[in-house]
């Protein structure tokens, strides 16, 4: 069935350095990939996202790499801060018959100060 | 505000009762789901809806049932909760659209099962 792969499962670096996940999908119908924050305690928020006609995409210090072609998509984090230590998830999106979105299992980014 | 919201928060209930987790968005979204998820781990999604009496259920396994009777609300129910439930509960809704397909999620329900 439909999967999305996603590394690592934690990541930790000294602050100001950048952090780059990556995640693998299955189903090439796929056409839309958001990527999600969850700080600790909190609900997973929107930050980026990216559309299959789209090869990269960025956000001030974010931004989202997309190749369709390997089925791979990647989050970009520059000059890491503490405050972007939290779980991260990607997922990809069909958008045919309603839609369905599948999840990564998530990425723990701790940044050290 | 234009958001989602879950009741309760936190919730520590006894094994064998009945309990619904509460879900409202004000979003005018026609999609909203249910996810499980043990903090800071994986979601799995347990039911979904794409509109007014659509329901159906999702990836994992789950003695919960679920109803869509109004676009705003999507309660989840569990008849008989064991401790095995215990877990934190997200809701979420979105919109398809060609702009965004992304979702809001609730603050989650945090369930206790003793």
């Known amino acids: 069935g439909e999967n999305v792969e996603q590394h690592p499962s934690t990541l930790s670096v000294q602050e100001g350095d950048s952090a780059v996940i990556k995640c693998t999908y299955s189903?090439?119908?796929?056409?839309?990939f958001p990527w999600y924050k969850q700080e600790l305690g909190k609900r997973p928020q929107l930050i980026i996202d990216?559309?299959?006609?789209?090869g990269e995409k960025k956000d001030q210090r974010i931004a989202v790499t997309l190749n369709k072609t390997a089925k791979h998509f990647s989050l970009h984090i520059t000059e890491t801060q503490p405050e972007d230590s939290a779980v991260y998830f990607c997922?990809?999106?069909?958008?045919?018959?309603?839609?369905?979105?599948?999840f990564g299992a998530g990425t723990r980014l701790f940044v050290k100060a | 505000e234009a958001d989602i919201y879950q009741t309760p928060r936190y919730l520590v209930i006894g094994t064998g009762k009945k309990i619904t987790l509460e879900c409202s968005q004000t979003?005018?979204?026609?999609?909203m789901y249910w996810y499980q998820q043990d903090p800071g781990m994986e979601l799995h999604l347990i039911h979904y809806?794409?509109?007014?009496?659509?329901?159906e259920k999702g990836d994992l396994s789950s003695e919960s049932t679920v109803s869509r009777i109004r676009t705003e609300h999507f309660p989840l129910t569990l008849e008989s909760a064991r401790p095995s439930h215990t877990s934190q509960y997200l809701c979420?809704?979105?919109?398809?659209?060609?702009?965004?397909?992304?979702?809001?999620f609730g603050s989650g329900t945090r369930l206790t099962v003793v």
């Open positions: 997922a990809a999106s069909i958008s045919t018959g309603g839609f369905k979105t599948i």
């Open positions: 979003m005018g979204h026609d999609k």
């Open positions: 809806s794409y509109g007014v009496n659509s329901t």
């Open positions: 979420a809704s979105s919109v398809a659209s060609a702009a965004n397909y992304g979702y809001t």
């Open positions: 189903d090439s119908a796929s056409n839309y």
């Open positions: 990216i559309r299959s006609n789209v």
